[in-house]
Each structure stands twice: as structure tokens, then as C-alpha cells.
């Protein structure tokens, strides 16, 4: 699952990954905290995955006014970047390269 979800996520739209969004983001940010080797290879790929995913759902861009994709997403992803800052240490590295962006 850790090596399928970059590829199952890549370029999805806000329609497409909103509903599931709060959930995976969670899932994300617990696994960063597995030593098991077998999973702990590839949480680099994911995070870089979930970070760039985050970053464009939550960037407007040029587009004015702000599409409300983006606002819903903004919307959901900062409290929750936020809050994880604070309870999973080992994510906050992750979670403010996405928040400063």
C-alpha cells in the first residue's frame, strides 16, 4: 500500500481525492513512524508524494478569484498540518516544508 499510494494519487484533482484526503493524510503522516524495514523503504517516496499532492491542491496559482477546490482543500489540510505539527513529532519536518510553501 505505502508503494501504491504515490502512484494512485499522482495528479488527482481535489474532486477526485477530497473525500478520502482527511483519512490518507492521516495514514500518511502515521507511517512516516514505521521502523519496520519493509515499509520504512519507501515512506521517503511517499512523503515526497503527499507533499507535492498537497502543495498543488492547496495552490491557486494565477487562477482568480481562488477556485473553490482549493479553498476546500486549504480549508481541510492546514488545521490538520497543524495539529500534527504538535502530536507527531517525527512528521513536523513534512508538515511545515508544506505549510511554508
Same mark, same amino acid.
Given at each position: ?28 503522516? &502515521?507511517? $512516516? ?12 517516496? &511517499? ?21 473553490? !477546490? ?6 481541510? &489540510?492546514?488545521?490538520?498540518? $497543524? ?10 519536518? &513534512?508538515? $511545515? !516544508?508544506? $505549510?511554508?510553501?
Amino acid at each position: 500500500a505505502v508503494k501504491a499510494a504515490p502512484v494512485l494519487t499522482r495528479h488527482k484533482e481535489w474532486r477526485e481525492v477530497g473525500i478520502f484526503m482527511e483519512d490518507y493524510t492521516k495514514a500518511v503522516i &502515521l507511517v $512516516l513512524d514505521d521502523m519496520e524495514k519493509q515499509v520504512a523503504v519507501h515512506t521517503e517516496a &511517499l512523503a515526497r508524494s503527499f507533499r507535492g499532492m498537497a502543495i498543488r491542491l492547496c495552490d491557486p496559482g494565477s487562477k482568480r478569484p481562488v477556485p473553490q !477546490s482549493v479553498r476546500d482543500a486549504t480549508k481541510m &489540510l492546514v488545521p490538520m498540518l $497543524l495539529q500534527y505539527i504538535e502530536t507527531y513529532k517525527h512528521a513536523q519536518g &513534512l508538515c $511545515l !516544508s508544506i $505549510l511554508k510553501e
